[in-house]
Structures are given as C-alpha cells and as structure tokens.
C-alpha cells in the first residue's frame, strides 16, 4: 500500500496545515494507504510527498487542500 508524508517547518508554524492536509488526506483515502505521515522540517518547507514523490510543494504551488488531495489522488 501507499505511504505519505507531508514535511512542515515548525518555526514557521505550518502545523496547523499539515494537520489540515493529513486530515484531509485520510478522510478522503484512509482505506487506500498505510500510512499519513507528519515530518518536522525548517526553512519554510512544506511538502506532500506519496511513495517519496513529492506531488505538491508550497515552494512551487497556493496552498490549496482540495488541489492537493486531488493531486495525492492522481498518485495512487
């Protein structure tokens, strides 16, 4: 099965998004993965990786947790 993990920089306070995402994540796909991981990181980092490849990354993309799931669910 899948695993996920979504990286979060703790000094920055991007908590309260990966628990956003996580619980998106698992309300949507709880039965398809084994696991939903939260990974502290620092410098500004928040990611969402499925099966270690990043499939969304705030560098790069608006934070948005409907595309997100959308893109985790093009990954499975």
């Known amino acids: 099965m899948t695993e996920i993990e979504i990286e979060y920089c703790v000094p920055c ?5 990966a628990e956003t995402i996580q619980h998106a ?3 949507q796909f709880g039965e398809r993965v084994d696991r939903v991981s939260l990974v502290t990181g620092d410098h500004g980092v928040l990611t969402v990786a499925v099966d270690d490849e990043i499939v969304w990354d705030k560098a790069d993309d608006e934070y948005d947790v409907d595309e997100i799931t959308r893109r985790v669910r093009s990954a499975l």
């Open 25 to 27: 994540v698992l309300q």
């Open 13 to 17: 306070g991007f908590l309260d998004r």
